[in-house]
């Protein structure tokens, strides 16, 4: 006889009252005993006694289970749980919140350091490394703890007095006084992100490695970003600082992760229930960008808490990890007026750093930049107060970037117009600059600048600060009074023309002015105009790619001025898309070969073939397609199609034509919306499943007599839904409504055994999807996560990978080769994972307006395509991708009259160049890792290469020679290891090959024979690095740069390499040398200097260098720099800038190009051998052609649509229609 119920409390508290109803539901089923509804809902016999127990309020998913179980209206339920639950947080949050035990969002500080925990271990091996070392690194990735670590770990244990310091973007600004003590400079990476003046943070670094050098035995620990790490590599007295002094922030174990969850409630006198502590670190082990998304949680259920216990029903109420940052978000901006809610959107903007490429991050700004009013000081203070926001003396940071990442509302504002946000960010920082010079005119917007601002300042009038709004003004009257200026000499010109009048001849230059006033107002109309659609142009870049690229054409051939030259060449460097609009309704897609089938909600579905991505031909639509919706399924070859209608039916269509498919047959069965639709390797069997939650298997040899095989059936708690096959049809992969999938073997249709389960996903999963070998397994959920599976042994599947996104991920798919992982969804990107080891997540895929339905590889993966709610479908070319995306921000050389790209960065890597638009990688050098110089041999059949092989910043240097002869198995002919070498050269003979170093000395090599490198000979430079080596023609002398020390560019006589001696050495007229390029005639030399300029010298006399000839206009000190193959165009590199000067004549250069948008620092500058196509090296690499003809050829290639008459109207009004692409 069943044991009974403990009687339940008075009936006036909401929990109880909640049990009673259940025990009440559970009554009105028959009065099922627990055991019994334990079968039916899944669930414990335990876990559902305690849900109608009274103690607490269940969980959710525990609570729907107990209702579906007992046959009650779970929505209304559902309705109920959540309206208690809301109940009870607001009850909690009326609690004294005085003695929080988790921060959330926000970095430790020392003073919290009695709520620090788990990373005990960590503090005690850091202590112990500076026993030993006076400069320390720290590094770890974003979120991983590292300023919780130095501020409530280190900083509070250290027996020293504790400087603490950020860099900004002064660094110099604060005194570093901190003799004796320990100097502990967090978020090093500013030095990188914030400070723009190289000089300045050459200064910074230099002053800290002093300072570990001191003689009061000062200590200094840098907290760094892992992804910065590269970066320090490049400075000589960091390198050997830090040489066995780093220690690296890594994930929390399971049990460190288990006492920071636990021991701070303790500490505050409440308790963590068990299965919450499980829960928690279960989401969060391995995943250090997850830890300060643990504590925000922790601190909503804490908040939430019942009595003194932290529960899984107020960790569910709250979000979970996912979701509870974007609540508390959420509902502090909509508990604010709409006044105060502008003032939110516009603080998070000017919070937020706009990402190239890469994710969007936080950036710190001086109180000053905002407004000093009431409204601002409001918000700024509710938003501290929600631990969204940190707030201190003069400074305003967001808490973490995990907020931009999980905030749908904040994505949706960065994504609305992120041209115009660039343009407030200049503005901002422009009236920052005005001020600092006391409001100086000459530092006021002119021209295009200010016209462009004040353009945008209309649209956005919420957007300005009172100092913005100032500078602006001020800009604008200083213009309205030059114009008035120059109005005043024009009409005093008129009175001297009219005073004239009476003679003949001046009558005639009258006239003549007249016609040229006339010509001047046509001229700056179609300038305005053209300026105009330039901003629009970048404004719909991402978006409309086709209109997009086609408005650049058309302002530029209607006013070819710098802007528009500009701009042409910009819209033409990020890899191309083709958008196509179905209008009205969703669309779903399918492909196969180089067919397409898209269906729209209302009106078709169509027949494409995408052999040419960027033109798909419409072949036919399905006859009767307005009964169709989706999904759509292909048979392996091609020939059948699965579409599914209206009334739950599957029709097959005969596709062996696709220009005339064929219906015929449709399967039943279902008797509700069918969601997932797959055919069988050999395309004899279709798997189907439904929201009637099962999964059928139909027999389909006869497109035209389907024959029913078997219906797979879950339980009430686990439900089929959504199923697809293994490459090899001998699987089957079904997900479950309890969150988990399962693996059924069904190499014989008619009879599927169950192989296995695969649980870890956090809510409802959608369809799944294999790896071409059929050895893993790919599964996405609403939790917003894709999770990949070996799947080998279908009886074992092993846990891969665990694939985190913003929002939940809706569709998920291998590339052909396996290498590559997309998955799409509600955040509005699709994201691309390298997953050929740990998934490493590449640079996403923006353009869509709204979530992403479905995502997939094209079968010959040259093509990303993917649909969307906006209605659009995308086709996306891969091969740009790639390169864009590889570690290779070192830029080698082009080979075989540039068919060929040499690249380098964590590794070497070769290209096939054919076709620009879709570069294929041919081989990857094996090897070490972070290439630091390589050089191509003359005749182009092998290269070499530096790399930094040993673990940490200094390690081993090895210096190596491969042949690529063959560019898809090259093989290593030497290996020698060597000092730091950050430059590398081949004499014109290729028996001489240079190697400089970051010390000083330059070595010079025998290479006769290619399996060795002999007869090292150092040249006496002086102190500092080797940037640049390259040999002349003759090969009789070599040239060198060097800085920071020495800076200067050295010509070595090497006619006889075994007696080198200095010819001359030239010197910039001031600032520091870095990269030095040398013209293909060996005339020229260029070279770039930190006082922004570069410098030109003839050396045809090498003993007799005249004085050079300076090229200005970069903001930054200049960087790489490259000729162009026949020497008359020369690139220059400074920061994320690239400009571009015709060197014809080098006494009278011409710049004729500027190239920005970059992701991050331009490293290296390469053209192709066409002299018209420059790679460029920064976080990848980009093709960028110079000759806007050519550019002018590519765009009218690729676009498509054409502009249509209502789009050029509304873009250029009152000009005759005429598309640039005809």
């Given at each position: 006889?069943?044991?009974?119920?403990?009687?339940?409390?008075?009936?006036?508290?909401?929990?109880?009252?909640?049990?009673?109803?259940?025990?009440?539901?559970?009554?009105?089923?028959?009065?099922?005993?627990?055991?019994?509804?334990?079968?039916?809902?899944?669930?414990?016999?335990?876990?559902?006694?305690?849900?109608?127990?009274?103690?607490?309020?269940?969980?959710?998913?525990?609570?729907?289970?107990?209702?579906?179980?007992?046959?009650?209206?779970?929505?209304?339920?559902?309705?109920?749980?959540?309206?208690?639950?809301?109940?009870?947080?607001?009850?909690?949050?009326?609690?004294?919140?005085?003695?929080?035990?988790?921060?959330?969002?926000?970095?430790?500080?020392?003073?919290?350091?009695?709520?620090?925990?788990?990373?005990?271990?960590?503090?005690?091996?850091?202590?112990?490394?500076?026993?030993?070392?006076?400069?320390?690194?720290?590094?770890?990735?974003?979120?991983?703890?590292?300023?919780?670590?130095?501020?409530?770990?280190?900083?509070?244990?250290?027996?020293?007095?504790?400087?603490?310091?950020?860099?900004?973007?002064?660094?110099?600004?604060?005194?570093?006084?901190?003799?004796?003590?320990?100097?502990?400079?967090?978020?090093?990476?500013?030095?990188?992100?914030?400070?723009?003046?190289?000089?300045?943070?050459?200064?910074?670094?230099?002053?800290?490695?002093?300072?570990?050098?001191?003689?009061?035995?000062?200590?200094?620990?840098?907290?760094?970003?892992?992804?910065?790490?590269?970066?320090?590599?490049?400075?000589?007295?960091?390198?050997?600082?830090?040489?066995?002094?780093?220690?690296?922030?890594?994930?929390?174990?399971?049990?460190?992760?288990?006492?920071?969850?636990?021991?701070?409630?303790?500490?505050?006198?409440?308790?963590?229930?068990?299965?919450?502590?499980?829960?928690?670190?279960?989401?969060?082990?391995?995943?250090?960008?997850?830890?300060?998304?643990?504590?925000?949680?922790?601190?909503?259920?804490?908040?939430?808490?019942?009595?003194?216990?932290?529960?899984?029903?107020?960790?569910?109420?709250?979000?979970?990890?996912?979701?509870?940052?974007?609540?508390?978000?959420?509902?502090?901006?909509?508990?604010?007026?709409?006044?105060?809610?502008?003032?939110?959107?516009?603080?998070?903007?000017?919070?937020?750093?706009?990402?190239?490429?890469?994710?969007?991050?936080?950036?710190?700004?001086?109180?000053?930049?905002?407004?000093?009013?009431?409204?601002?000081?409001?918000?700024?203070?509710?938003?501290?107060?929600?631990?969204?926001?940190?707030?201190?003396?003069?400074?305003?940071?967001?808490?973490?970037?995990?907020?931009?990442?999980?905030?749908?509302?904040?994505?949706?504002?960065?994504?609305?117009?992120?041209?115009?946000?660039?343009?407030?960010?200049?503005?901002?920082?422009?009236?920052?600059?005005?001020?600092?010079?006391?409001?100086?005119?000459?530092?006021?917007?002119?021209?295009?600048?200010?016209?462009?601002?004040?353009?945008?300042?209309?649209?956005?009038?919420?957007?300005?600060?009172?100092?913005?709004?100032?500078?602006?003004?001020?800009?604008?009257?200083?213009?309205?009074?030059?114009?008035?200026?120059?109005?005043?000499?024009?009409?005093?010109?008129?009175?001297?023309?009219?005073?004239?009048?009476?003679?003949?001849?001046?009558?005639?230059?009258?006239?003549?002015?007249?016609?040229?006033?006339?010509?001047?107002?046509?001229?700056?109309?179609?300038?305005?105009?053209?300026?105009?659609?330039?901003?629009?142009?970048?404004?719909?870049?991402?978006?409309?790619?086709?209109?997009?690229?086609?408005?650049?054409?058309?302002?530029?051939?209607?006013?070819?001025?710098?802007?528009?030259?500009?701009?042409?060449?910009?819209?033409?460097?990020?890899?191309?898309?083709?958008?196509?609009?179905?209008?009205?309704?969703?669309?779903?897609?399918?492909?196969?070969?180089?067919?397409?089938?898209?269906?729209?909600?209302?009106?078709?579905?169509?027949?494409?073939?995408?052999?040419?991505?960027?033109?798909?031909?419409?072949?036919?639509?399905?006859?009767?397609?307005?009964?169709?919706?989706?999904?759509?399924?292909?048979?392996?070859?091609?020939?059948?199609?699965?579409?599914?209608?209206?009334?739950?039916?599957?029709?097959?269509?005969?596709?062996?034509?696709?220009?005339?498919?064929?219906?015929?047959?449709?399967?039943?069965?279902?008797?509700?919306?069918?969601?997932?639709?797959?055919?069988?390797?050999?395309?004899?069997?279709?798997?189907?499943?439904?929201?009637?939650?099962?999964?059928?298997?139909?027999?389909?040899?006869?497109?035209?007599?389907?024959?029913?095989?078997?219906?797979?059936?879950?339980?009430?708690?686990?439900?089929?839904?959504?199923?697809?096959?293994?490459?090899?049809?001998?699987?089957?992969?079904?997900?479950?409504?309890?969150?988990?999938?399962?693996?059924?073997?069904?190499?014989?249709?008619?009879?599927?055994?169950?192989?296995?389960?695969?649980?870890?996903?956090?809510?409802?999963?959608?369809?799944?999807?294999?790896?071409?070998?059929?050895?893993?397994?790919?599964?996405?959920?609403?939790?917003?996560?894709?999770?990949?599976?070996?799947?080998?042994?279908?009886?074992?599947?092993?846990?891969?990978?665990?694939?985190?996104?913003?929002?939940?991920?809706?569709?998920?798919?291998?590339?052909?080769?396996?290498?590559?992982?997309?998955?799409?969804?509600?955040?509005?990107?699709?994201?691309?994972?390298?997953?050929?080891?740990?998934?490493?997540?590449?640079?996403?895929?923006?353009?869509?307006?709204?979530?992403?339905?479905?995502?997939?590889?094209?079968?010959?993966?040259?093509?990303?395509?993917?649909?969307?709610?906006?209605?659009?479908?995308?086709?996306?070319?891969?091969?740009?991708?790639?390169?864009?995306?590889?570690?290779?921000?070192?830029?080698?050389?082009?080979?075989?009259?540039?068919?060929?790209?040499?690249?380098?960065?964590?590794?070497?890597?070769?290209?096939?160049?054919?076709?620009?638009?879709?570069?294929?990688?041919?081989?990857?050098?094996?090897?070490?890792?972070?290439?630091?110089?390589?050089?191509?041999?003359?005749?182009?059949?092998?290269?070499?290469?530096?790399?930094?092989?040993?673990?940490?910043?200094?390690?081993?240097?090895?210096?190596?020679?491969?042949?690529?002869?063959?560019?898809?198995?090259?093989?290593?002919?030497?290996?020698?290891?060597?000092?730091?070498?950050?430059?590398?050269?081949?004499?014109?003979?290729?028996?001489?090959?240079?190697?400089?170093?970051?010390?000083?000395?330059?070595?010079?090599?025998?290479?006769?024979?290619?399996?060795?490198?002999?007869?090292?000979?150092?040249?006496?430079?002086?102190?500092?690095?080797?940037?640049?080596?390259?040999?002349?023609?003759?090969?009789?002398?070599?040239?060198?740069?060097?800085?920071?020390?020495?800076?200067?560019?050295?010509?070595?006589?090497?006619?006889?390499?075994?007696?080198?001696?200095?010819?001359?050495?030239?010197?910039?007229?001031?600032?520091?040398?870095?990269?030095?390029?040398?013209?293909?005639?060996?005339?020229?030399?260029?070279?770039?200097?930190?006082?922004?300029?570069?410098?030109?010298?003839?050396?045809?006399?090498?003993?007799?260098v005249a004085r050079p000839v300076k090229l200005g206009g970069h903001s930054e000190g200049v960087g790489p720099l490259a000729f162009g193959p026949d020497g008359r165009e020369l690139a220059a590199s400074a920061f994320r800038t690239v400009r571009v000067w015709d060197v014809a004549d080098p006494r009278k250069p011409v710049e004729t190009a500027q190239l920005t948008g970059f992701a991050a620092t331009v490293n290296s500058l390469a053209?192709?051998?066409?002299?018209?196509?420059?790679?460029?090296?920064?976080?990848?690499?980009?093709?960028?052609?110079?000759?806007?003809?050519?550019?002018?050829?590519?765009?009218?290639?690729?676009?498509?649509?054409?502009?249509?008459?209502?789009?050029?109207?509304?873009?250029?009004?009152?000009?005759?229609?005429?598309?640039?692409?005809?």
């Open positions: 006889m069943p044991r009974r119920e403990r009687p339940l409390g008075p009936g006036d508290d909401v929990v109880v009252s909640f049990a009673a109803d259940l025990r009440l539901l559970r009554e009105k089923a028959g009065g099922p005993t627990y055991r019994e509804l334990s079968t039916r809902a899944g669930y414990s016999a335990a876990a559902l006694s305690e849900a109608a127990g009274g103690r607490k309020l269940p969980g959710l998913a525990v609570t729907t289970a107990y209702v579906t179980a007992c046959g009650g209206d779970v929505a209304a339920w559902e309705e109920r749980w959540r309206a208690v639950a809301a109940g009870l947080a607001a009850t909690s949050g009326e609690r004294d919140e005085t003695e929080l035990p988790y921060l959330g969002l926000a970095a430790f500080q020392t003073a919290d350091a009695d709520r620090f925990f788990g990373r005990e271990r960590l503090v005690a091996e850091l202590t112990g490394k500076l026993a030993e070392r006076r400069l320390v690194g720290v590094f770890g990735a974003s979120g991983s703890g590292k300023s919780s670590v130095l501020r409530a770990g280190l900083a509070a244990v250290s027996e020293r007095p504790v400087v603490l310091r950020t860099p900004g973007a002064h660094p110099l600004d604060e005194d570093l006084d901190a003799e004796g003590r320990l100097l502990i400079v967090d978020q090093f990476e500013e030095v990188y992100t914030l400070c723009g003046d190289r000089i300045e943070r050459e200064k910074f670094i230099d002053a800290l490695v002093a300072l570990a050098r001191d003689e009061h035995g000062t200590r200094v620990v840098l907290g760094v970003r892992a992804d910065f790490y590269g970066h320090l590599c490049r400075h000589a007295g960091l390198v050997e600082a830090l040489t066995d002094a780093q220690v690296m922030v890594g994930p929390m174990t399971a049990d460190e992760l288990r006492t920071a969850i636990v021991e701070p409630a303790v500490r505050a006198g409440c308790r963590v229930e068990a299965a919450l502590v499980t829960t928690l670190v279960a989401d969060a082990t391995g995943q250090p960008a997850m830890l300060p998304l643990v504590s925000h949680a922790l601190l909503e259920t804490w908040r939430r808490r019942q009595g003194i216990t932290l529960t899984s029903a107020a960790y569910e109420a709250a979000g979970g990890i996912l979701n509870a940052i974007a609540r508390t978000a959420e509902a502090v901006y909509t508990d604010l007026e709409p006044d105060r809610q502008r003032v939110v959107r516009q603080i998070f903007l000017r919070l937020t750093a706009l990402g190239e490429g890469t994710e969007d991050t936080k950036r710190r700004l001086n109180r000053r930049e905002l407004d000093d009013d009431p409204a601002t000081t409001e918000v700024l203070e509710r938003l501290a107060d929600a631990r969204l926001l940190v707030l201190d003396r003069d400074g305003v940071e967001i808490a973490h970037e995990a907020l931009i990442r999980s905030w749908p509302r904040l994505r949706d504002w960065l994504a609305e117009d992120r041209e115009g946000h660039r343009l407030h960010r200049q503005l901002a920082e422009a009236t920052e600059l005005w001020e600092s010079l006391d409001r100086d005119k000459g530092s006021l917007y002119r021209g295009t600048r200010l016209g462009l601002a004040a353009e945008w300042a209309d649209r956005e009038p919420d957007a300005l600060s009172a100092r913005e709004r100032t500078f602006l003004q001020a800009g604008l009257d200083a213009e309205a009074e030059e114009t008035a200026v120059g109005r005043k000499r024009t009409r005093r010109l008129r009175r001297l023309v009219a005073l004239l009048g009476v003679l003949l001849l001046l009558a005639g230059v009258a006239v003549g002015y007249a016609v040229d006033a006339g010509r001047t107002a046509t001229e700056q109309r179609n300038e305005a105009l053209a300026r105009k659609a330039v901003v629009e142009a970048k404004t719909l870049r991402e978006s409309n790619p086709a209109l997009s690229t086609q408005l650049s054409l058309a302002a530029y051939r209607l006013a070819p001025i710098q802007e528009t030259h500009d701009g042409l060449l910009t819209a033409m460097a990020a890899p191309f898309a083709t958008r196509m609009t179905f209008d009205p309704g969703d669309v779903t897609v399918a492909l196969s070969g180089q067919l397409m089938i898209t269906s729209d909600s209302y009106r078709a579905t169509q027949v494409w073939s995408i052999a040419d991505s960027r033109h798909p031909e419409l072949l036919a639509t399905l006859p009767g397609s307005e009964e169709v919706r989706g999904p759509l399924a292909f048979s392996r070859d091609g020939h059948a199609l699965a579409t599914v209608t209206r009334d739950h039916r599957v029709r097959l269509w005969d596709l062996t034509d696709p220009r005339r498919p064929v219906r015929k047959a449709d399967v039943t069965g279902h008797r509700e919306v069918v969601i997932s639709a797959d055919f069988g390797s050999d395309g004899r069997t279709l798997v189907t499943g439904s929201d009637d939650r099962t999964v059928r298997l139909t027999d389909v040899t006869d497109l035209g007599a389907p024959k029913p095989l078997v219906v797979l059936g879950g339980t009430p708690a686990a439900q089929l839904a959504r199923a697809a096959f293994s490459p090899d049809g001998k699987l089957l992969a079904v997900t479950n409504t309890n969150w988990t999938a399962e693996l059924w073997d069904v190499t014989t249709p008619s009879a599927p055994q169950r192989r296995s389960v695969l649980s870890g996903h956090k809510d409802l999963q959608l369809t799944p999807s294999w790896s071409p070998d059929g050895r893993r397994l790919l599964t996405t959920s609403w939790d917003r996560t894709a999770r990949l599976w070996d799947v080998a042994d279908p009886a074992a599947p092993r846990p891969l990978s665990t694939l985190t996104t913003p929002a939940v991920v809706w569709a998920a798919g291998f590339s052909p080769s396996g290498r590559l992982v997309v998955t799409a969804g509600d955040d509005q990107s699709v994201r691309i994972w390298d997953v050929t080891g740990p998934a490493k997540e590449l640079p996403p895929l923006s353009g869509h307006t709204n979530a992403i339905w479905w995502t997939a590889f094209s079968p010959d993966g040259k093509t990303i395509v993917s649909t969307s709610a906006d209605r659009t479908v995308r086709l996306q070319d891969v091969g740009e991708l790639a390169l864009a995306s590889s570690a290779g921000w070192n830029v080698g050389a082009f080979l075989e009259q540039g068919r060929i790209l040499v690249t380098a960065g964590d590794d070497v890597r070769l290209w096939a160049m054919d076709d620009l638009r879709a570069p294929r990688q041919l081989s990857k050098l094996p090897g070490p890792a972070t290439v630091t110089a390589v050089a191509v041999s003359p005749d182009r059949r092998s290269l070499a290469l530096a790399a930094h092989a040993g673990a940490g910043v200094a390690g081993t240097f090895v210096l190596q020679r491969w042949d690529i002869s063959d560019p898809t198995a090259p093989k290593l002919l030497a290996s020698t290891e060597v000092l730091p070498t950050y430059s590398l050269a081949f004499s014109s003979d290729g028996k001489t090959f240079a190697s400089g170093r970051d010390d000083g000395p330059i070595t010079l090599w025998d290479v006769s024979d290619p399996r060795r490198f002999t007869g090292p000979r150092d040249l006496p430079v002086g102190d500092g690095t080797v940037w640049s080596l390259a040999f002349t023609p003759d090969g009789r002398t070599l040239v060198a740069s060097q800085g920071p020390d020495s800076s200067a560019v050295t010509l070595w006589d090497v006619a006889d390499p075994q007696r080198p001696s200095l010819v001359s050495t030239l010197r910039p007229d001031g600032g520091t040398v870095f990269k030095m390029a040398l013209s293909p005639d060996g005339r020229t030399v260029a070279a770039g200097s930190s006082d922004r300029n570069v410098y030109l010298w003839d050396i045809t006399d090498r003993a007799h053209y192709r051998d066409d002299g018209h196509t420059l790679a460029i090296g920064s976080s990848g690499v980009q093709l960028w052609q110079t000759d806007t003809a050519k550019v002018g050829e590519e765009i009218c290639r690729l676009a498509t649509p054409r502009i249509t008459r209502e789009e050029w109207e509304k873009y250029f009004p009152g000009l005759e229609y005429a598309p640039p692409c005809g």
